[in-house]
């Protein structure tokens, strides 16, 4: 059982940054993906952003291509996700999660991930 917590959730204005944290309770392997999703109050939970252990391969939602970016720190068994020029429509819950040997048809599924954070709230407002 691997126990995601994210953290660097909070409130901003529009044209703002935060960089949001995910820290595994043990080594996530090669085999391991990590993802970033949201939920907007009302609304379905959305594929964000996504990092596949195995080639290092990343996938972005066309919303946020070019605006953020997923890495991750193997020794500090952390992903990040870096969110430049928020805007009001970033709004959400953002959730962690890590699934075992997705393959790139899986990448942006949540239903593919087994292990999920409880989420930190990000709020873009001016």
């Known amino acids: 059982q691997v126990h995601l917590v994210e953290s660097g959730g909070g409130s901003v204005q529009p044209g703002q940054s935060l960089r949001l944290s995910c820290t595994a309770s043990?080594?996530?392997?090669?085999?391991?993906?990590l993802g970033w999703f949201r939920q907007a109050p009302g609304k379905e939970r959305e594929f964000v952003a996504a990092f596949r252990g195995r080639d290092s391969r990343t996938y972005y939602a066309d919303s946020v291509k070019g605006r953020f970016t997923i890495s991750r720190d193997t020794a500090k068994n952390t992903v990040y996700l870096q969110m430049d020029n928020l805007a009001l429509e970033d709004t959400a819950v953002y959730y962690c999660?890590?699934?075992?040997?997705?393959?790139?048809?899986?990448?942006?599924?949540?239903?593919?991930?087994?292990?999920w954070g409880q989420g930190t709230q990000v709020t873009v407002s001016s």
């Open positions: 999660a890590a699934g075992v040997n997705l393959i790139t048809s899986s990448m942006r599924l949540g239903s593919q991930y087994r292990y």
């Open positions: 043990e080594r996530t392997g090669s085999s391991y993906s």
